[in-house]
């Protein structure tokens, strides 16, 4: 159970300050253990400007330690009497009963001691109409033999279709709540996310570790949050959507994501390539993505492929 007085909610912001002061009053209603803001944007933001709550603690980095690293700066500073936290986006946010509905339907399972992850559906938020959406943004991460991973649904109408409450391969990072003592275990008491991921498959990482460790990840499916990520029409991900979709990111983006990708999958080759049929669908498809990057991106491909080269040579 996630009870609201052992529960530490961390947010890791970059120059999205504004919009976490229109969402950070849903959090603030349900008063859990501490909120702890983490920001990585290049000025201070003046906290007065937030709604005034007493364990509401606000960090300036200096520098951008991206998502993963401002998570784990987080991380180091939750209390001692926190049994679970939550990482989440400034435009993610939920209802002041949203765990409440989670310990109802996580309070079914026989045995959840192995649950170190847990997450709901999450639907797109439209901030330029303040308006609630229907649209799938994720509901819970599925990752293929190939190693490829997405956001299940995401694009979608959500017409219950993802609503069974579930073991999923992962949680979106947007929104996700970890077991402090389970986190601990699995990456020797000291971060949440592996740092070198700076932005970009950390949750998948992190969500590969937890399986790998023998823990998983709960998804609740008819327990609902919104995430202002990417508004857009329905798509049913043609090649030109696929297309549209990658000119929109920024070189570095575009990179960080690629590289971020290729080490996942080499850091987790153990246990991603269970048979002949995973290796050969990993090739196929990592094949396509350099022919297709060669003749239309040679540029991201060098990028990409050299800064996958210091991750892996990294410590």
Known sequence: MI?????SIIYVIYNDFEILKRTIGSTISMKPLEII?????????????????????????????GYAGGANFGFKLISHNSKWVTIMNADAFFEADYYMKINKNIGNIPSNDTIGAIGSKLLKYDFEKMKKTLIIDSAGIKIFPSGRAIDRGQHEKDTGQYNKNEIADGICGALVSYNVDIIKKVNNGSYIFDNKFHAYKEDIDIAISLKKNGYDSFYVGDVVAF??????????????????????????????????????????????????LSIYKFSIRTMSEIIFLLFLDYKILKKSFLRFLELVNSR
């Open 227 to 276: 995430h202002g990520r990417g508004m857009g029409k329905i798509k049913k991900w043609p090649i030109n959507s696929y297309l549209k979709e990658v000119k929109k990111q920024s070189p570095y983006l575009k990179v960080l994501s690629r590289s971020n990708h290729w080490y996942m999958i080499f850091k987790h080759r153990d246990f991603i390539f269970k048979d002949q």
């Open 3 to 7: 009870k609201s007085y052992e529960l």
């Open 37 to 65: 803001i983490i920001d990585n944007s290049p000025e201070v933001n003046d906290v007065t400007l937030l709604p005034e709550w007493e364990s509401l603690k606000y960090f300036h980095t200096g520098e951008n330690l």
